[in-house]
């Protein structure tokens, strides 16, 4: 093998294994959509379990289990699920986030800073156990998903 051969091939395997480094660092489209259906499906769970406990037999351990999991997610930065590249496809499911949500970066970091400060405030009130404040901050966080569903989520 002459020199110059070697160092085509040297250069090329440099090449290719920055390309398979790049692939590990950035998730594939599919991945994302299934990561952010797959939160919003954990944040109904846990939605619901609230209702369940607001509605009816109030058990503070599970309101204050359900509304923590509600603030992680919330605080766990879900912005990164909606990367380039994902505007379109599927994940569990063909995605149902809007065009827009790629375009208002503005609206979309207003909704969902409400979202997180609902959040926050439940977690909160869940551990100092008033049923009655909890139902109200519930309601609280319920209206901060639908304003966001309004403008960002296609309809079932
Ligand atoms: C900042 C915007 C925003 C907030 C706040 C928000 N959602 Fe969503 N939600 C979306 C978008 C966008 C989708 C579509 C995701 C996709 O398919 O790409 C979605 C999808 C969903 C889905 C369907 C998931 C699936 O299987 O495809 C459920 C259920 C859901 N959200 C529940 C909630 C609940 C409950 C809350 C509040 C506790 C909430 N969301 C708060 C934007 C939001």
Redesign the pocket.
Known sequence: MNKSVKSILAAMIVVASAGALAQQGQPKPENL?KW??SA??V??WN?GRLKANVDGQYNKDEVVKAANT?AAIANSGLGALFAAGTEQGK???D????PE?FKDAHR?GE??GN?NKE?NELAKVAVAGDAAAVKEQFGK??K??K???DD??IKD
């Open positions: 959509i952010r259906q919003y499906q944040l109904a939605s509600i994940g569990w499911h995605t149902s986030t809007k949500f979309v909704l969902a979202f959040a966080l319920g901060s998903c304003a966001c569903h960002f989520k």
